[in-house]
C-alpha cells in the first residue's frame, strides 16, 4: 500500500516563527502538492512537484515556499507564520502524468497564535 | 484554468435512500472526473473516477455519471449507510498533461442517519 505520511498530526506556533511540515511518500511517485483545507473552501493547492528540485506555484502560493531535495520528501514551509495560516495542512503524492490517483496523508493541524 | 463548483455543500439522508452530489466544471479539455471521500480525522481517499471516453461508470453501490456536452457530473450512492458519512469531493483533470493537478470541488458533508 501507498503511504504518505506527514511530520506531525497536530502543530502549535506563535505569529513570526518559521514553520517546516514535512511530507514524505514510499511509492517513488513524481508529483508531490500540498493543500490547504478551510471549512466551506474545500481542497485548495498551494504549491506541487512534479520532479526533485521543480516546483510549481498552485492557487494560493503566498506566503509559503517548498523544497523538495529528495523525490521521496516534499516540505512545505511558512517563512513567518501569520494567524491567518491556521488550516489543516494536507500533503499528497501521484505517479505520472494528469489522470492519476493522488495519494493522501492524514493532515496536519496547524494553529498559529 | 479549470474551475468545479460543488453542490450541495451538506446533504443528510435517511439510512437506505439513495445520495446524490453534482459538480460542473468549465475547462473543456479535462478528461479525468475523480471523487474523493474524506471520513473524519484521515485524508481524502479516491473511491471513484470516471475518464471522458465513457459516460457512466458503477462500483457495487456507488457510481458517476459525465455529460461532456453538460460539463457535469455526478456521484450516486444507492442503499446509503452510516458509513458513507464522510466529506465527498469531486474533482477534474486534463489526464496526459505532465503536471498533474486536480481541480477540486469545495466538497459536499453527507450524513447518513441510521
Redesign the interface.
Known sequence: DVKVTQSSRYLVKRTGEKVFLECVQDMDHENMFWYRQDPGLGLRLIYFSYDVKMKEKGDIPEGYSVSREKKERFSLILESASTNQTSMYLCASSFGAGGSEQYFGPGTRLTVT | ?ENVE?HP?TLSVQEGDSAVIKCTYSDSAS??F?W?KQEL??????II?I?SNVGEKKDQRIAVTLNKTAKHFSLHITETQPEDSAVY?CAA??????????Y????TQLTVWP
Open positions: 484554468g460543488q455543500s478528461n479525468y475523480p474523493y480525522g484521515k485524508g481524502p481517499q479516491l473516477d475518464r469531493f483533470s486534463r489526464g496526459g498533461s505532465t503536471l498533474g493537478r486536480l477540486f470541488g469545495r466538497g
